[in-house]
């Protein structure tokens, strides 16, 4: 190198004081949002609402705030209403200028670090509400307090104008009003929020804030299918489907669900959804914000005629459909367990709930046992999800084990010679809500993935093992049921312990004796390998011709595996094709389970494009969710793609992946009698070459990863439980509520 380039170098690499840069203001939020939010993705651009929805929670949770109102605007703008206090807007005397200002545009401030704003409080902790003013194109706060209402406007994170006086309002009416519009040059992944996501959050939200109604609203005025509150699907709906194919498959599936309702018993009465029509003040001025909780209150009870949670339209004043959901459990998280449930044939009708306080802990806990064999324990801490648990967990769980493995002593269910039941044998069937409110809450981690606080721990296992100690002395016949249920899954858990250790893989060697016929991968590097999990013995064979030896590993599976949602540990290891699939990967299932002995760094579904298909993918999917979920959490799961469409013409091929992607090809080659369409119903109709060609190939195949989200975990678990238990009714609910997403189904 030469001198000169060498002194060019040194001059760009210099490193001195002035290469040190103060960020100002909420910039740092700006250059890494991801600190913040986590992503910017769509995950993150729905946190913003939730940020601002947790500021209102908090309101609340301190005993002034009894509605919120969020409503989607057509522009994808967020608007949040609460009846709370209102964000203080007298000066703040350290910084100088409103405290409503201080609180949109300075990190670390708010009422949240023990100033007594609040006890307990959820959100960033003070960095919520200027965050999501950073991460915004605008923000407009309007704050109703004192008689008067006030308004100031954000871009990006700076103020437009000093807080005004824009109006009056009666002297009782209190509140805030937050809009903002996410900037799309930081969300530069999507910036259209989703209706669905948002409700299962505010859902949850209702739920463990008990008295608190919530009102979700979409403005948004695309044409949408959409189906309300459970009822079937009319003729309009089923005409706004892009194809008589897709037609013919909706009303299959639906009436496939309304014969399983009648061998069920279950009622067959058709339920009518009615569009009801009603006047909603969409007006922004001071009068309209001051009167919103009334108007929203009032005509939402209408609409929804006393149906909670369920989607209904109305019609605005301007001729506009509005989408509105309301949420509201006067029984808080007692409503939770029954929500979660619903699914599911309970153990006994009652629903335990025990609330206490100890060490500055507010405790609530409720649960129910079910038939099932899973158990779905959520916990949270401020209403904050808490996905890995913690100490409060950890005191439930010691709590209901110590305390029934007593009643089960002194009620003589067990025998002196017989060893105490297990947690987990206690846990199998049972749906549980333990919710802690907390003043300084420490939590391992940035995520708040778990909570740390030694008293917590306590203050749940003393709480819960008095009260539940009572309960069970006082209803002994339903103390029996859940002790003979554990003492059931103990003997379970025993069969279950024998038959896992024959599937424990010995040696690499042992890949020919496997059941079913396992054609393993000649690379042993995991990082390097990818099984497939094949629908059917011909798809199978087809699959292990087209493969590439080095890296892909085969396992055809024959029929449908167990329901492990309807099974005991021990039947699932007996059943011989779940058997295969846990030899396979190599890392055990349930408390065996240990991730770092995976064999393959994909695991591939693929099945038929069919009803029959997604059944299967869905029974495998319920089977890795239920005892192998970290492997979805790490991003080991994926499902195949296989082509829908072969289209032959003069001697060339061409793959459609959809009905769209057809429709692409034929305006582009020509629609006449020369073309040659084959519909593929099966993967066993391809030869291995076309499914290389079309599934298999790395550089050509496309892929979808199965993704979890932790935030939603017990909307996850409803999901799974709907589709896969006993019940039929809350089945056929689910298909005709998501009937508009069904594509490319053969029935």
């Known amino acids: 190198m030469s001198e000169e380039n060498m002194n060019n170098t040194a001059v760009e690499h210099e490193y001195g004081a002035d290469q040190i840069q103060i960020l100002e ?4 939020v700006r250059k890494r949002p991801g600190m913040y939010i986590g992503t910017t993705s769509s995950r993150g651009l729905h946190h913003l609402v939730y940020e601002i929805v947790d500021n209102a929670v908090d309101e609340a949770l301190a005993g002034f705030c009894d509605t919120i109102d969020v409503t989607i605007n057509e522009d994808n703008s967020i608007t949040v209403i609460d009846n709370g206090r209102g964000i203080p807007v007298g000066i703040n005397h350290k910084a ?80 805030t009003k937050v809009t903002f519009l996410p900037d799309d040059t930081i969300f530069t992944e999507t910036t259209v929020y989703d209706f669905d996501v948002l409700k299962r959050r505010l859902r949850e939200m209702a739920f463990l804030t008990k008295g608190l109604r919530i009102i979700l609203r979409d403005n948004r005025t695309e044409e949408e299918t959409f189906l309300e509150g459970g009822s079937v699907v009319d003729s309009a709906a089923v005409e706004a489907m892009s194809t008589e194919h897709e037609k013919k498959q909706i009303s299959e599936l639906l009436q496939r669900a309304q014969e399983d309702a009648m061998e069920a018993g279950a009622s067959t009465e058709a339920m009518t ?39 209904h339209t109305i019609t605005l004043e301007n001729g506009k459909k509005q989408k509105v959901v309301e949420f509201y ?5 007692k409503e939770f367990v029954a929500y979660l449930n619903k699914s599911k044939e309970p153990l006994y ?51 209901i084990t110590k305390t029934f493995n007593d009643y089960a002593r002194s009620a003589k269910l067990l025998k002196d010679s017989e060893p105490n039941l297990s947690g987990e044998d206690i846990r199998e069937g049972l749906t549980a809500i333990v919710s802690v409110k907390i003043e300084d809450p420490q939590f391992e981690g940035q995520t708040k993935q778990k909570l740390g606080n030694s008293e917590a721990r306590g203050a749940v296992d003393n709480i819960v093992s008095e009260q539940l100690t009572y309960f069970l002395e006082q209803n002994p016949q339903i103390a029996k049921s859940i002790c003979e249920k554990s003492i059931l899954a103990q003997r379970a858990r025993e069969a ?69 949602e309807k099974a005991r540990l021990d039947k699932i290891y007996a059943n011989a094709e779940i058997k295969a699939m846990i030899t396979a990967f190599g890392t055990g299932i349930h408390e065996d389970f240990d991730i770092s002995k995976l064999r393959y760094n994909k695991i591939i579904l693929m099945t038929d494009a069919d009803v029959d298909g997604a059944h299967i993918s869905t029974l495998l999917l319920t089977f890795i969710y239920r005892f192998m979920p970290e492997l979805i959490k790490q991003g080991h799961v994926f499902l195949a793609k296989p082509p829908l469409y072969k289209l032959e013409k003069n001697k060339k091929v061409w793959y459609a992946y959809s009905d769209e992607e057809l429709d692409s090809i034929l305006s582009e080659v020509g629609r006449d009698q020369n073309n040659k369409i084959q519909r ?44 896969m238990g006993d019940q039929v009714e809350p089945r056929r609910e689910f298909i005709e509520a998501n009937a508009k997403f069904v594509q490319n189904l053969d029935v």
């Open 25 to 28: 203001g909420l910039e740092a």
């Open 329 to 333: 459990y006067e029984g808080g998280i």
């Open 273 to 311: 959804s009615k569009e009801t029509s009603a006047s909603a003040d969409t007006a922004n001025d001071s009068e309209a914000f001051a009167d919103a909780f009334a108007t929203s209150e009032e005509s939402t009870k209408a609409h929804t005629g006393g149906k909670i949670g369920k989607i």
């Open 496 to 564: 279950a312990r024998k038959a896992r250790d024959l599937t424990r893989r010995k040696t690499a060697l042992d890949t020919m004796a496997l059941p079913g016929k396992l054609a393993d991968c000649s690379d042993k590097d995991p990082k390097n390998c990818e099984i497939y999990i094949v629908e059917g013995d011909s798809a199978g064979g087809s699959a292990k011709t087209a493969r590439s030896r080095a890296t892909q590993a085969i396992l055809p599976l024959r029929g449908k595996i167990l329901n492990v």
């Open 680 to 723: 593929y119903k099966g993967l066993g109709e391809m030869d291995p070459e076309q499914l290389w060609e079309t599934t298999m190939d790395p550089e050509k195949r496309v892929l979808r990863r199965v993704v979890m989200d932790n935030e939603n975990s017990s909307e996850l678990d409803v999901t799974f439980t709907t589709l």
């Open 96 to 175: 100088g200028i409103p405290a409503v200002e201080v609180v949109f545009t300075i990190l670390h401030a708010g009422g949240k670090f023990g100033g007594g704003g609040y006890k307990v409080s959820g959100g960033l902790h003070g960095v919520g509400a200027s965050v999501v003013n950073a991460l915004s194109n605008w923000l407009e706060v309007e704050i109703c307090q004192g008689g008067k209402v006030y308004k100031q406007r954000y871009e990006r994170g700076h103020v437009c104008y000093a807080l005004k006086e824009i109006g009056t309002c009666p002297m009782e009416k209190t509140g």
């Open 349 to 399: 009708e009652n629903i335990l709930y025990f609330e206490g306080e100890k060490n500055n802990v507010y405790v609530e806990v409720s649960f129910q046992h079910n038939d099932s064999y899973n158990e779905s324990v959520f916990s949270f801490v401020n209403n904050i999800n808490t996905p890995e648990g913690g100490t409060h967990l950890q005191g439930f769980r010691n709590a």
